[in-house]
C-alpha cells in the first residue's frame, strides 16, 4: 500500500473506532513513519511485563516484547485486550490500524477523554515529550 492509501485507511478505522483520525494519523507517523513493517524488540517491557508471565512458548514469549506495525502496538499489551491471532499479523496495516485503535480507545477511557494523557499511557513514560510530538504530526492530518 502506498503512503496515501495507509492514511486513508488509518482514518477510516479511527472514525469507525469513534477516535480522532489526525491523533491516530500523527501516531503512525511518529511510531512507524507509516512502514507497516515496522518491529521494535522492547528489552526493558519484556522483562518488566512478559517474564514474569513464565510463558512455556519462548517464541511467543519473545513475540510479546516486540511493538508491531503501523502503531508499534506492544505484543502484550494488544494480547491483554483480546487479541488471539500471530503476532506478526500486526504488520497487516487493516490488523494494526483495529487492534492499535482498540488498544487506544482504552488508553483515551482510563484517561477520562484526556488525548494528551491517553498518549503519555500509550507511551508508557518512557518519552516525555511523546504526547507534544503526536500532536505535532497529526496537524498535518487534520
Not at 518491529?39 to 508491531?68: I, M
Not at 487479541?83 to 487506544?104: H, Q, R, S
Request: charged content about 15%.
Amino acid at each position: 500500500m502506498t503512503q496515501a492509501e495507509l492514511i486513508t485507511l488509518a482514518r477510516q478505522v479511527a472514525t469507525s473506532a469513534n477516535l480522532y483520525p489526525a491523533v491516530i494519523c500523527g501516531m503512525c507517523q511518529r511510531e512507524s513513519s507509516w512502514n507497516p513493517y515496522a518491529l521494535r524488540y522492547e528489552p526493558f517491557f519484556y522483562l518488566k511485563y512478559v517474564a514474569p508471565l513464565g510463558l512455556l512458548d519462548p517464541t511467543e514469549a519473545q513475540a510479546r516484547g516486540f511493538s508491531w506495525g503501523l502503531m508499534q502496538t506492544m505484543g502484550q499489551v494488544v494480547r491483554e485486550a483480546g487479541y488471539k491471532d500471530n503476532l506478526a499479523m500486526l504488520c497487516d496495516p487493516e490488523t494494526a490500524l483495529i487492534w492499535g485503535c482498540k488498544v487506544f480507545e482504552g488508553k483515551l477511557a482510563h484517561a477520562d477523554g484526556n488525548v494528551t494523557n491517553a498518549l503519555l499511557l500509550w507511551n508508557g513514560g518512557g518519552n516525555p515529550n511523546y504526547a507534544a510530538e503526536v500532536l505535532e504530526f497529526a496537524k498535518a492530518y487534520s
